[in-house]
């Protein structure tokens, strides 16, 4: 099952790894780039989000550095798919 990714879906998504978190994660959006106050904290929890509810793997030694934008985890995630791309990023 793939769903469409919207910067409004990344979001979405950064936010519920975030949830539950005893840390306060200090995370402000634009439209192109999302920034962590706690940076490995929450990327690796976007990572297990991914991960165990997607069931996309993302190698976090490789690609850490480039979760930094919304672009970024697009074309990740595009890497990741088998889905066929059709002006959308889908996963």
């Known amino acids: 099952m793939h769903e469409l990714i919207t ?13 539950g978190k005893k840390e306060l994660l200090q995370i402000s959006f634009t439209d192109d780039l999302f920034e962590f106050g706690y940076n490995s904290i929450s990327i690796v929890n976007l990572i297990e989000l991914l991960e165990n509810k997607h ?4 190698e976090p030694e490789k690609n850490i550095k480039k979760l930094n934008t919304i672009e970024n985890i697009y074309k990740i995630l595009m890497e990741k798919s088998a889905a066929p791309y059709a002006g959308g990023h889908f996963f």
């Open 7 to 19: 910067h409004e879906g990344i979001k979405e998504l950064v936010i519920e790894a975030a949830a």
């Open 55 to 58: 069931g996309i793997y993302i």
